[in-house]
């Protein structure tokens, strides 16, 4: 390849890892003690940098575009009202991610791992509609993949208001109730959990998450590790 192509696919790859890992939530080695640390990294740290990429934002960090930008976690299941966008087998639960994100208007999906709960469907999506679902029920059979906020959108100045703040798709919230729906924009915690990183401390096995600095969701359930943070990492 000519030099010049090859200088820009280096500043191309400096720049993702670069914003990969200051974007980043958690880094190695992570603390096993209490999966919610999420205190500030050294500036001098000498951890190697992620070889993901963090998320989609209007830089079009993800190239090519890669199907981790949805927060993730695994034993937990969300119960709805009949208004999902849609439900059937779909075979895998990369099929039922791919058939979130080709939806602009899907928040989240659920998959059943087995079929010993609802035979017969493995695979549902929903909206950005708070009133259609739940996902507070702990359940081994089923994983949750949530849709990573995409856009401008910001909780600055916004705390505790109830309306949706718009995303390129879809809408994220700044109120005490976005963990529960898993809805919170990405600044939530860095502007409106106040105090100290959230920890374990006096609430294991609750089923609500807790949202950490840098955007994303950890957990205090049983079950909870190795997938207690959003997914940032293959781990």
Request: hydrophobic share 30%.
């Amino acid at each position: 390849l000519p030099a010049k192509t090859l200088s820009r696919i280096n500043d191309l790859i400096e720049k993702t890892s670069d914003a990969a890992w200051m974007r980043s939530a958690v880094w190695p080695p992570f603390n096993m003690t209490d999966a919610c640390n999420t205190n500030g990294l050294s500036p001098n740290s000498s951890y190697p940098k992620f070889h993901w990429w963090w998320g989609q934002n209007v830089t079009q960090q993800i190239i090519p575009p890669d199907p981790r930008y949805f927060f993730h976690k695994t034993q937990l299941r969300c119960v709805g009202n009949d208004t999902q966008l849609w439900e059937g087998m779909i075979g895998s639960e990369l099929n039922c991610t791919q058939k979130c994100d080709n939806d602009t208007s899907c928040s989240k999906y659920l998959y059943q791992t087995t079929q010993s709960a609802v035979p017969g469907t493995d695979c549902w999506i929903w909206s950005y509609n708070r009133s259609d679902h739940s996902c507070a029920q702990l359940d081994y059979n089923f994983n949750v993949g949530i849709k990573r906020p995409i856009g401008e959108a910001t909780c600055s100045s916004q705390c505790g208001s109830k309306e949706p703040q718009k995303l390129i798709h879809g809408v994220c919230y700044c109120d005490s109730d976005c963990v529960k729906h898993l809805d919170c924009c990405l600044d939530y915690a860095d502007f409106c959990v106040k105090g100290p990183p959230p920890t374990c401390k006096g609430l294991c096995n609750i089923v609500e998450p807790r949202a950490i600095a840098g955007g994303g969701y950890c957990w205090c359930m049983n079950g909870c590790l190795p997938w207690y943070t959003d997914n940032n990492s293959d781990g």
